[in-house]
């Protein structure tokens, strides 16, 4: 079984940076993408950030330029996903998800690995 675990959320004020470290156990699946999701109170839950095994990322557009996503598959049954958060904004509060799939799965389908979230609250 997939376990995934997130850490780093925590308060920050508007303008600071904060980075989110995401542990993959992945138990010999395979894993093709790996991504970040977050979602604010009364609001669904979002794409911020993924990027694949070719080292392709994505970005939503409210974070592009200030976020930066990366990955590290170097070890065997562990891989490390990394959100770098710079510029941080009030918007960006939210609980932040780490997730990943295998190639024929799409995010929204049944089947992704999904943790349990940390905290990120950004105060002006």
């Known amino acids: 079984e997939v376990q995934v675990l997130e850490s780093g959320g925590t308060s920050v004020q508007a303008g600071g940076s904060l980075r989110l470290t995401c542990r993959i156990y992945?138990?010999?699946?395979?894993?093709?993408?790996m991504g970040w999701f977050r979602q604010a109170p009364g609001k669904e839950r979002e794409p911020v950030a993924d990027i694949n095994q070719n080292e392709t990322p994505s970005y939503a557009d409210s974070v592009r330029g200030r976020f930066t996503v990366s990955q590290d598959r170097t070890k065997n049954n562990l891989y490390l996903l990394y959100l770098q958060m710079n510029n941080l904004k009030p918007d960006d509060s939210a609980m932040y998800y780490c997730?990943?799939?295998?190639?024929?799965?799409?995010?929204?389908?049944?089947?992704?690995?999904w943790g349990q979230g940390t905290q990120v609250t950004v105060s002006s």
């Open positions: 992945r138990n010999y699946e395979e894993i093709y993408e």
């Open positions: 997730a990943a799939r295998r190639f024929e799965i799409l995010w929204r389908e049944p089947g992704v690995w």
